[in-house]
């Protein structure tokens, strides 16, 4: 049988810090069960937003609900169903994995020995750390802390997982493994990833919210978002800053970047704009750039 759809209901959340700086500007947003993206520049909002569910910080106004939960006041029962990763995830270097695993375990509350044994040697072998589960946290590649950082964000169950952009610092291999590994993670809760890695978004969720200075710009998939740029994107290689200044008078340029020493400019607009530009194929950097330069114009 499957499992009855989860919904995690954000709803008109604001937050300013005492510096005056508002970074959560009466934001909502509905997620359901699978992987979610959520997609945004440095200082969008996206870590307040992270540990503002995450029960860590206060909103100054807001609800937020998550299966019956009353995620801002019923704090230790959201506890209980949360797994989360965040950005700067701190270990003991000198600890084993499988001991801090076993003691982060006990912090949850899991304190049936057999139990614990089960699930941490289960998210070990998950986690691909089986065989280095004896070595010591601190000699850990960036790869493997964040891989142990899974391991420790899914003891107990949870049924909403939040990961804080995971894959900042990975080599591409790391980063493949690791994405691999959080796709693995279950279709049956909701996993929130954080990131203002496009791609990460664009090779696992099913739905992404991009953000923006503390706004939804977007909501929707990613590949229906794609879809609904077809025959609006169009490139121009240039080599001459004078030319693209003078194309952004008069176009919606929404990228600008280097291939191979020439720039290449893309631009948003309903018919061929003409001057040399040619069709191209819209991808999730188009939805993102684009998003992003309606909300700076706004
Ligand atoms: P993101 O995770 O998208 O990079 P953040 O939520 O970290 O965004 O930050 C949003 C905005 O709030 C930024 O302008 C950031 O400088 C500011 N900010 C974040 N945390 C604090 C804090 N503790 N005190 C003051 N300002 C903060």
């Not at 191209?280 to 992003?292: A, M, Q, W």
């Amino acid at each position: 049988m499957a499992d009855p759809q989860l919904t995690l209901q954000i709803s008109n959340l604001s937050k300013t810090y005492s510096n005056g700086v508002q970074a959560l500007k009466n934001l909502s947003l509905t997620i359901g069960t699978n992987m979610f993206g959520l997609l945004g520049p440095n200082g969008a909002g996206k870590s307040t937003l992270m540990r503002t569910v995450a029960t860590l910080q206060d909103a100054d106004s807001g609800e937020v609900s998550f299966d019956g939960l009353d995620v801002l006041r019923q704090k230790d029962s959201v506890r209980r169903i949360l797994g989360y990763l965040p950005q700067e995830f701190g270990v003991y270097p000198k600890m084993s994995a499988l001991d801090m695993l076993d003691h982060l375990a006990v912090m949850k509350g899991i304190l049936n020995r057999g139990e614990r044994k089960e699930m941490v040697y289960g998210l070990l072998q998950q986690t691909n750390l089986w065989d280095v589960r004896k070595k010591k946290l601190g000699t850990f590649s960036g790869g493997m802390k964040q891989r142990f950082g899974i391991a420790q964000a899914l003891l107990g169950n949870p049924k909403l997982i939040i990961v804080d952009e995971p894959t900042a610092g990975l080599d591409p291999t790391e980063r493949n493994r690791f994405l691999n590994l959080l796709s693995s993670i279950g279709r049956n809760v909701i996993v929130i990833l954080s990131t203002h890695i496009v791609d990460d978004v664009r090779e696992l969720c099913p739905q992404m919210a991009i953000i923006s200075q503390g706004e939804v710009l977007l909501q929707g998939s990613p590949t229906q978002s794609i879809d609904a740029l077809g025959g609006k994107i169009w490139r121009k290689m240039m080599d001459d800053a004078a030319e693209l200044a003078e194309v952004e008078k008069t176009l919606h340029v929404i990228s600008t970047h280097l291939v191979a020493g020439l720039t290449e400019v893309r631009v948003y607009a309903d018919s061929h704009p003409g001057g040399g530009f040619s069709p191209v194929d819209p991808d999730i950097e188009d939805v993102y750039f684009l998003n992003l330069s309606r909300g700076q114009r706004n």
